[in-house]
DNA sequence: TTGTAGCTTGAACAAATGTTCAAATCTAGT
DNA sequence: ACTAGATTTGAACATTTGTTCAAGCTACAA
């Protein structure tokens, strides 16, 4: 039978995103993606090259999101906010609360160079993307026109990083949603309008 | 030649912090330890052994130099700023941007679920460290009575983990000093008593 | 000097792991 | 049904890796 493609790469995303680059051995895959080691490599190349593929496709699958919850609200903070509750603080059982980009970084430091900058460039995209839809906003009114957009698309990188990253840290990962919220307050408070609504 | 247990102990954590757990390999311990198999083995029992210690060795002495910048501040807020400056933010050459214990935990993620604990555990420690200098600067009068320290404590680690976690996924790391301060500043206007000085 | 207790050495081992490839199997066009 | 091309299979291989242990070494008391 001949394997989807695309389902393969979705089973190995979320097998490298649970237990890393290493930690996945190449058994793992076959057994996940129920094909023979043979099959993997013809498809494939490596394990290296197929977990490029990974984070390239998760890098790409994250742009797109965020482009679509652009589409949806005429809103761009609310586009923002929106994209960030679906796609990171999904407190769903069994999901895993990293970024997969964000902790492939962290596990390639020092080796795998290579592999760390798509990494790394899928963050930057996205970071990318908050700027354009913070630029948007001001052009809208909804921020002030002191505030930088490249500077609180940076913040909101490292705001949603560090919730990431703490609830990862703390098996009570429960109100998240609610610290998501405070960070907006905060964002509010710091760089609406005083006049706006 | 008798090895020196501390300085062993120091060697294995930079080498585990640098390249995680799976990534380390036993000869590379070696080799940076420069002791053979037998004499690792006979002084800290096995890699996770090893990883344990170093582990607990890096939380004790985080909570120690905290302890420390307590000490030496009369302004708890100070105190934590202290902290974080030194522990978390330095920049020199070479130096690994991600916290040893966050690191962990995020590779450790799905196996040794054991070895998480101890990290979690660290990471907890430090937070209620955080919590206790917020409540002596709350009753000191340098924060809102209305704050909630453990509130703050958490919030605390957001930002460094946030911090750390931005300026290692991009080389650029520069202004993390800088938003360092801007994290700090907005503690003060939020959490701070109007008629304060 | 000699004995001994403890530490160190490094060759060796078994298991794990990424990868290959010849043979088997499947697919589609005639 | 037949064949050529493509895909899949899974046993096998070369390394790598965590770990062991008998033999060697060192320091010190008698």
Redesign the interface.
């Known amino acids: 039978m001949k394997y989807d493609r695309a389902l393969a790469i979705e089973k190995a995303t979320q097998l490298f995103w ?3 680059f ?2 996945t051995k190449m058994r793992d895959l076959q057994e996940e993606l129920d094909m023979r080691p043979g099959s993997i490599y013809a498809a494939f190349g490596n394990k290296e090259a197929l977990f490029k593929i990974c984070l390239l496709n998760y890098a790409e699958q994250s742009r797109l999101a965020l482009d679509k919850y652009a589409g949806l609200n005429s809103n761009p903070i609310r586009a923002i906010y929106d994209f960030i509750k679906n796609m990171a603080v999904k407190a769903e059982e069994g999901k ?1 609360n ?1 970024c997969f ?3 492939s ?3 390639l ?3 795998n160079a290579h592999l760390r900058q798509y ?2 460039d899928g ?2 995209e996205v970071e990318l993307g908050f700027e354009a839809l913070f630029l948007e906003a001001q052009e809208k009114g909804l921020i002030k026109q002191e505030s930088n957009p490249a500077r609180l698309a ?2 909101m ?7 990431r ?2 609830s ?4 009570n990962a429960s109100d998240v949603g609610i ?1 998501l919220d405070e960070i907006f307050n ?1 964002l509010k ?2 760089h609406q309008p005083a006049l706006s609504e």
Chains 1, 2 share one sequence.
């Not at 990188?157 to 919730?163: H, K, N, S, T, Y």
């Not at 990862?168 to 098996?171: E, F, I």
């Open positions: 649970k237990l890393g290493q930690a895993i990293n980009l964000v902790k970084i962290s596990e430091d020092g080796n990494a790394q963050l930057k940076k913040w990188q490292i705001q949603v990083m560090g919730l990253s703490y990862n840290s703390q098996d610290m905060s408070q710091a």
